[in-house]
Each structure stands twice: as C-alpha cells, then as structure tokens.
C-alpha cells in the first residue's frame, strides 16, 4: 500500500526515536517543533504512528544493529508508517540504511531540519529516498534547543569538528566547526527563559572551539551569559583540555550562574596512544587543567572519558592509564570499549586489542569511577557542604531528585512547591547504594 505525506493529508501522528548524544536530542527537539507547526500530533515511540522519524549516531560501532532493532520495533506497531531515518549515521552510510527493509528516506545530517523539503515528494514505496550533502561544504548552522525536560535544556551553541582524532567520525558525518553568533546564542537563551526553564547546558561537538566561524570566542560567550536574566544556572557539557584555559576557570570560579563542573575529555593517560588517536594535547597538560581547577575550586564536579581497548594499548599502555587516573583527582570516568568505525584512520592500525582483554580493561575502569565518585561524595559530605540543587518532578516513591551545581545527584522527600526552583540544600549522607541525601535548608 502507497502513502503519501502531505501536509493538507491526514496523518497526525509522528513518533520519534533518537540514538546517541545530547546534541542529538536537542536537535530532535527542532524537528519535533516542525512536525508540529505542520499540524502533526506527537505520540510515544511504540504507539501506532503515521510517520517515525529516528535520529541515528555514528559513535559505536553498534549503531547498524541498533537501527535495525528500531525499525523493527516502529513497524511492529505501525506497519504502514512513513519510516525516516536521518542524522550521523545516515549522512555517513545512506546506502547501508536504504537497504533495510521498511525504511522510506534517508535523510543526511543537514537535510534532517529541512524534512518536509522532502516529506512531501515521498510514498512508502520499496526504493527508499537518500537525500545527503557533501558535508564538507556544508556550512551552515542550525539551531536548536532540547524542550523535553521542564529543568534543563541542552542548548546547540556549535557543531562540527576539525579536530579529525583517528577513531572518531563525527567530522566526516557534521563536516568542519561552526558555530551560531553570541547575539543569537542569548537570543535563544532568552526564548529558553520563557518556557520556565531554570538550566541551560551549552553543548555541541567542540564547544571550546566557538567563535571559529563568527570571530568571537567561548570565553566572550560566557560572559555575556552570565548577564543573562531569567535562566538561573549554566553548565558546560565537555570541553577539550587544550581549550580550557586559565580565564575561563578563573571566570567559573567567581560566577553566580555557571556551574562549577567540568567535563573534559581525557581517552588515555598514556601519551603513546594519545599521539596514535591524534589528540592535541598530552596527559601532562590533562592533569594540569585539574590541578587549576582544585586550586582554584576545590569541590568542582571534574569527569573524564576515557576509551579502552584502542589499536596498541598494550598492558603497559593500559597500566600508565590506569596509575594516572588514580592520581589525578577527578570525580568520575566515562568509560568507552573502542568501537572500530569505518572510513576512520584507526581502523587501519594494527595491533588490535582482543576483545575479551578491552572488557576486561573497562570493567576495571568503571570499578576504578565507582570509587572516585563515591569518594566525591563523601569529600562534599564530610565538609557540611552546602548547595543549591534544582529539584526535578517527584516520583510515584514519594521522592525527588535534583543535581548540585558541582554535579552531585541528591534524593530527598518530595516537595511539588520545590520543582523546578533552585533549592539550598546540607548534604547529609550516602547510602550503600551510592545515593546522596540532603535536608532542605
């Protein structure tokens, strides 16, 4: 049976479904908007639907298995759904997705936010539409602001990357760095501020790298934010180490409304395996950006990713990665098994780890998180610390959770008039489970 997708046809519902980083969801976000101004009724994944439009990632090397799963998943319930599948994955394997069965368009990484540029032209047919750009010339930016969480938003502030590490292929799927201008950065936040959100998380590929495309810079950003009415927290999502510099620090250090927690990408403590993944810095500048910021603020939420497994790490690769986590004073790991990706320049080194020995190393990794984290909380704790948490919705259990500036998740017994306000808290405990209690102050 034909369909076609027509704005003026009758066809409200439109499920969505979205793989892999908060970029991803904030820019899910947007198109979830334009279905909505086309006059479309979202429904939940898994409910019947008209159209399911999945938004795929290109960071394991799961994602085929993945998408195949999620197709099933769609057409189970909604056998005759226009099926769209769009983003990293597609804009770098169109042909790999035209061929599963079910899927209708294949959109690239660009043509995602222009979707009903092609929605129109497509019935369900069994040769699918690949629609992608040459994302090396692309250069345009879109916008775009996660809407789902009452509390928090995720704000797209850049995308791209030209950093070109060998196992990553995120600039070969969102092409070169580019960013939106800082007036139409605080324009968004502004628009933000309206729908009552109290938290903006800036993110993007390489958020430290803003400005490339607009001759402005992070630092300047910030700034400005920091005079922002109506939003009463900021948090950086991650930031390169050879892009966090002393002033940007300093400037956490004294704001009233940026966070103090930092996400910083480490991958290995090991500089021989630093150089193979083509990362712009070593472990001694790693561990100096640390120590800058326990200086400076000693209780900063710090974490860390970290990749296992990567072509090359031998056991004494893994050990000096392992000692130097242990003496860097950080308050959580990321653990990521390298996943071998295709078109990327690490795919061709030699001297693969076997894959039982990189489970091993990760288990290790996520022990080694565990006691640092728990070891975080217990630092806040013993110090009668004293934060402000956003609260978020009460559960059914009769309790609410909310994160602290520095990152710490608390529990506490619900409280509705406390949601989605910016709340003092004493840190009181931790329970064998790991969760942190507080008692409103």
């Known amino acids: 049976m034909e369909k076609k997708i027509d704005k003026t046809d009758n066809y409200p519902r439109v499920a969505f479904y979205t793989l892999g980083c908060k970029l991803n969801f904030s820019e899910t976000s947007v198109i979830e908007k334009t279905f909505m101004d086309k006059g479309f009724q979202k429904c939940e994944f898994g409910e019947r639907a008209d159209v399911v439009f999945i938004n795929t990632c290109m960071v394991t090397s799961k994602a085929e298995k993945k998408c195949r799963n999620i197709i099933g998943r769609a057409l189970r319930t ?23 069965p079910g899927v209708d368009l294949v959109l690239g990484s660009g043509e995602k936010f222009n979707v009903f540029d092609y929605i129109d032209k497509i019935e369900k047919k069994e040769a699918p539409a ?10 345009k930016f879109y916008p775009a602001w996660s809407v789902s969480e009452r509390t928090r938003s995720f704000l797209k502030i850049q995308d791209g990357c030209d950093y070109f590490c060998s196992y990553c292929t995120i600039p070969l799927a969102r092409g070169r760095s580019r960013n939106m ?7 968004s936040v502004s628009d933000i501020a309206g729908a009552g959100v109290k938290e903006v998380v800036l993110t993007g590929v390489n958020i430290g790298d803003f400005g490339k495309t607009t ?5 300047e950003l910030i700034k400005k934010l920091d005079q922002v009415k109506g939003v009463e927290r900021f948090r950086i999502s991650s930031i390169e180490p050879d892009l966090l510099t002393d002033e940007i620090i300093r400037f956490v250090s004294g704001s ?5 927690h930092f996400h910083i990408p480490l991958q290995s403590g090991c500089n021989t395996i630093l150089k193979k993944m083509n990362r712009n810095y070593t472990r001694e500048l790693f561990a100096s950006r640390v120590e800058k910021i326990r200086t400076i ?30 003496e860097t004073d950080i308050s959580y790991l990321h653990v990521f098994t390298y996943s071998e990706r295709e078109h990327t320049r690490a795919a061709r080194l030699t001297s693969k780890v076997e894959p039982k020995r990189k489970e091993e190393r990760s288990k290790i990794l996520h022990k080694l998180s565990d006691l640092k984290l728990t070891d975080f909380y217990r630092r806040n704790i013993s110090s009668n610390s004293r934060q402000n948490v956003l609260f978020e919705r009460c559960t059914q259990k009769g309790v609410m959770y909310g994160f602290t500036g520095n990152y710490i998740k608390v529990e506490a017994k619900c409280d509705p008039s406390l949601v989605n306000r910016l709340s003092p808290v004493e840190l009181t405990g931790i329970s064998q489970e790991g969760k942190v209690f507080c008692r409103i102050t």
């Open 297 to 326: 603020i000693p209780f900063a939420g710090v974490g860390a990713d970290v990749i296992t497994g990567f072509p090359g790490e031998t056991e004494g690769c893994f050990e000096e990665t392992l000692k130097f986590l242990k």
């Open 181 to 187: 201008a800082v007036k139409d950065v605080l324009e």
């Open 78 to 100: 909604s056998p005759d759904a226009l099926v769209i599948v769009a983003g990293c994955y597609s804009q770098l394997n169109a042909e790999e997705i035209a061929a599963m």
């Open 256 to 260: 009233k409304k940026f966070a103090p």
């Open 215 to 219: 001759g402005e810079s992070f630092f």
């Open 130 to 139: 690949i629609y992608s750009c040459e994302i090396e010339r692309d250069e």
